[in-house]
C-alpha cells in the first residue's frame, strides 16, 4: 500500500542519515582533529542531528496522512456498498413516478367524442386519470430513502461527482415532490405535467452513474479490492 512505502522511504532515509552522523563521530577526531575544533565538530553533528529530526517528523506526519486517506477510502467504499440498495430502489420510484405521469396522458388522447355527453365524460375521465397519476407519483416520491449529507461527505473519498449527483437527485425529486402535491396538481397543465415527467427521468438519470459504481465496489472480487 502507499502509505507502507512511504513510511519505508522515512525509515531508509532516517537510517541513512543516522550512519552519516555515526561515521562523522568516528572518522572526524581521528582525521581532522585540526581543522575542526571539538566545538565546532559537534555543532555541525547538532545540525545534522537537527535536520534529520525534521525529516522523521515530516516523515511520520506524511505516514499518518497516507493512513488516514486509506481508512477515508475504506470508510467510503462500506459507505458506498450500504447505498446500492436505497439508490437502486429511489431508480425505481423515480422511473414509476415518470411512467405514471406519461401514462395518464396518453389514457384518452386517442378517444373519439361524437356528442357533448360525450366530451364532458372524456373530460372527466381524463382529468381523473391526470390526477391519479399524479396522487401515484406523489406516493412514490414519498418513499424516496433520503441520503444524508453525512454520506455523502463519505462517499465522496471516492468520486466527488457522484456525491454532487445524488444531491442534485435528491433536490430535482423535492422539487417535484412540491409540484405533484395533490392540492394543487389538478391546475398545472400539461406543459407543466411534461416538465415534471422530465424532472423525475433526470432525477434517476443523476443516480444511475453512482449506483453502477457503487455496483461495483460492493460486487467487487475480494482480491480486487
Known sequence: ???F????ECVLLSCVIGAVIWILTLAVPSASISQFSGKTFWEVVSAIGTVAAVVVALG???WQEALRRSEARLRARLTATTLVGPLGRNIDRLQRAS???QEA???YKDAVSHTLRDVMDLVQARNQAVTEGGQIAFELLL???EISLEQLAVVSALD???????AQSAAESRYTYA????????????????????QLRTAEALLKPAWVAFQQIAFRAPNQT
Open 99 to 101: 411512467r405514471a405521469i
Open 179 to 198: 409540484l405533484l402535491n395533490p392540492s394543487s396538481y389538478h391546475a398545472v397543465t400539461e406543459a407543466g405535467r411534461a416538465s415534471i415527467a422530465n
Open 143 to 145: 418513499e424516496i430513502e
Open 5 to 8: 512505502l512511504r513510511f519505508a
Open 60 to 62: 511520520i506526519a506524511l
Open 160 to 166: 466527488a461527482r457522484h456525491a454532487e449527483q445524488i
Open 105 to 107: 396522458e396518453v389514457v
Open 1 to 3: 500500500m502507499p502509505y
